[in-house]
């Protein structure tokens, strides 16, 4: 039998990187001058869980790194060397090679061997300094006496835990890590099962996930019991991780060493049995957060014991799984549309029947959607090292906060939307936050404030990015857009002023840097979101900071739309452009020479757009008055477009049109309608943008 160590390979790299970005996270956040205990644990096993992992697979230049990063986190975490900014970089650095060592051995990319040995000596260079005082040597193993109790007094609760009969190795592994949660002492009844008593000020459910990596929970018992008088010490009986050989690949090492020796069928299977196998964990989940006690690995299996667990699947097979459910949805509605023929009282039953499919279709398709729905941490936690960096770089002090990380977005639009992101934020840190000289002179805080926020807004999400610098200039904007040729005027709305920065070339920086200044990016930016069916709003005050709004839908593969009717055919508009939907009155209509005709509405004349026109349609109203104008708005830009009748309000399942068929001037995609017929839905955001350009002809045509 031949076994792929692909998957388990597979595993590792996944799960050593969120170790890593975990580990970045906490390096981030540490108090230099007061560092929790706690974090530099976490950041200790980290780093001993890829070293752990990387050494069963035989990834030799990764566990020469971890090693030496290893020790010199060892001795901070005990006391024999203070944490320094020094320290924070060396660190950063240690994780950027990692990464970059992760990489080459998945994706084969290259992998720089002269920062790998740079960091490495500098990583030595730092351990061999003076210790800040001697180690202190080991506690000996006591027993508390009676008189002893008083150290004690911090303790909350004690706790008597039965094992089932267990393996030593087990045993032992089992009393390591229950001893990092207080005082531990271990009892071997006659039976052979062992009972650990330990005094902590930890709940009985944490006691219960740090045992549940060993053994089943339902084997466990564990009893509250009054503090005991002697207790022995936990550094007695506590090992080290080196001593237990317990990283969170151990089951791997058995398995490496069985694929050495040779294998059959039998054998798998006792290994399979004598082994417990690694929780697999979901792949579009935020990163594990380790425990500040234990690695991601552990944490990611604790959390889930008593409370729910996850497998990792492919995101191929979620896909599938969307689009199958979206057929279904297409089924159902052909279905209730064949029913409506139908007389009620005759056939009840199976109305109801169908009724009952309709809401538990509904409910299936937001249960899958949501499979795909990823949170925004998984996006806002790559800026925090890019922020600290690059204002370094630019010698400017930045605070970096967020709001909403918690927030979901589909996976697609999670992916798209990192690049605009990044370039918002370094455009914010470069161009927007003064330097601490420059804030200081205008009274303000030397350190400026960037925020990242998401949140839900109907069935929208709404992404800002925002800081307290100095705001746009609108002269300076004005004065680039003159000189590029772009037609403008001294009293245009703020707003028309903030969107110039949006045209290609556009740059108002004073000199190139490897930062920005080219004038490439900002145009890209808007192209991208609205290429995803997104709106960028921007607010800004001089003197006083800048807010860039995202506005995104939060999937593009089912989206509420109304079905209007032109002629014989049905379209579709995206529900979040349609503002209202009238029938106008003669007088509101009126002929511009050589613009086509416009609507006045509430005091604001609009653009007409028949998109009988547009289309090449036959419809049933030439005139506006007759039919029905829906007003849309798409950039802060109305126009109203007329058609024949409003047919209904749906949610429909969006097709790519492209791939099916090719790309169609004012379509962004097509649905099938509930009588089986194919319904296109109309690209809005392009419908406005040519509204100008309106003749007699189709420009689509």
Request: hydrophobic share 40%; glycine share 8%; aromatic share 4%.
């Amino acid at each position: 039998m031949t076994i792929d160590m692909n998957q388990f390979f597979q595993v590792f790299f996944d799960e050593a990187e969120e170790l890593l970005a975990e580990m970045e996270k906490l390096l981030l956040a540490v108090d230099v001058s007061s560092p929790d205990i706690e974090d530099l644990n976490a950041i200790f096993r980290a780093a001993h869980s890829i070293k752990g992992g990387a050494s069963t697979f035989g990834l030799t230049d990764l566990t020469d790194v971890t090693h030496v990063l290893e020790n010199l986190l060892d001795r901070i975490r005990k006391g024999e060397m203070a944490l320094t900014a020094e320290h924070v970089d060396a660190f950063l650095a240690a994780k950027d090679i990692l990464k970059m060592q992760l990489d080459g051995h998945r994706l084969h990319t290259h992998v720089d061997q002269e920062a790998v040995a740079d960091v490495r000596m500098m990583l030595q260079s730092l351990s061999q300094e003076m210790p800040i005082a001697p180690p202190p040597p080991p506690p000996e193993a006591v027993m508390v006496k009676e008189d002893d109790t008083d150290k004690f007094a911090h303790v909350k609760l004690c706790f008597r835990i039965e094992l089932p009969q267990l393996g030593e190795r087990d045993v032992t592994a089992l009393s390591g890590e229950l001893a990092l949660l207080g005082r531990l002492s271990t009892e071997v009844l006659s039976d052979k099962r062992h009972v650990f008593t330990l005094a902590t000020d930890e709940t009985v459910d944490d006691i219960i996930a740090i045992c549940s990596f060993i053994l089943n929970p339902d084997d466990l018992k564990i009893t509250e019991v009054d503090m005991p008088v002697s207790v022995v010490a936990s550094a007695s009986s506590a090992k080290t991780e080196e001593e237990l050989g317990y990283g969170f690949f151990e089951p791997l090492e058995d398995l490496r060493a069985f694929i050495a020796q040779g294998s059959d069928s039998e054998q798998v299977e006792n290994k399979a049995q004598a082994a417990p196998t690694p929780e697999p964990v979901a792949t579009a989940s935020a990163p594990a957060q380790p425990d500040r006690r234990h690695n991601g690995r552990r944490e990611t299996d604790r959390n889930q014991v008593g409370q729910e667990s996850s497998i990792r699947v492919g995101i191929e097979k979620v896909d599938q799984l969307i689009n199958l459910v979206g057929e279904l949805v297409i089924t159902q509605a052909m279905i209730e549309q064949r029913t409506l023929a139908l007389d009620p009282m005759q056939h009840e039953r199976l109305l109801n029947s169908v009724s009952q499919l309709t809401r538990s279709t509904r409910d299936l398709q937001e249960a899958v959607m949501s499979i795909r729905m990823m949170p925004m941490d998984y996006v806002f936690s790559r800026f925090p090292r890019m922020v600290r960096d690059l204002a370094s770089k630019l010698g400017k002090k930045v605070e970096f906060v967020t709001h909403g990380a918690a927030t979901e977005l589909d996976k697609g639009l999670i992916e798209r939307i990192v690049d605009p992101l990044t370039h918002l934020v370094r455009n914010s840190i470069d161009h927007g936050i003064e330097t601490p000289s420059v804030r200081a002179a205008a009274g303000k805080s030397e350190t400026g404030r960037l925020s990242l926020s998401a949140a839900h807004q109907g069935g929208n999400i709404i992404i800002e990015v925002s800081d307290d610098g100095g705001g746009l200039n609108r002269e300076r904007i004005l004065a680039k857009a003159k000189q590029n040729g772009v037609p403008v005027g001294d009293n245009m709305a703020d707003a028309d002023v903030w969107q110039l920065i949006f045209a290609p070339g556009f740059s108002t920086a004073e000199v190139v840097t490897d930062v920005s200044g080219r004038g490439v990016g900002m145009d890209v930016v808007k192209r991208n979101i609205t290429s995803m069916g997104g709106v960028v709003d921007i607010r800004s005050a001089k003197g006083f900071g800048t807010t860039i709004s995202i506005s995104l839908p939060l999937t593009l593969a089912i989206l509420d739309g109304m079905s209007i009717k032109v002629g014989d055919e049905v379209y579709i508009l995206p529900l979040g452009y349609v503002v209202e939907s009238l029938q106008p009155e003669p007088a509101d209509v009126k002929e511009i020479t050589g613009q086509g005709r416009v609507i006045k509405v509430r005091g604001d004349y609009l653009p007409l757009i028949p998109l009988y026109q547009m289309f090449g349609i036959t419809p049933i109203f030439t005139d506006p008055c007759e039919g029905i104008v829906v007003i849309l708005e798409s950039d802060g830009r109305k126009a109203a477009l007329f058609v024949d009748d409003l047919v209904g309000q749906q949610q429909v399942v969006v097709k790519n049109l492209e791939s099916n068929y090719c790309k169609v001037a004012g379509i962004s995609g097509a649905t099938i309608l509930g009588d089986g017929g194919v319904s296109l839905i109309v690209d809005v955001a392009a419908l406005l943008r040519s509204s100008r350009q309106l003749n007699d002809e189709s420009i689509f045509s």
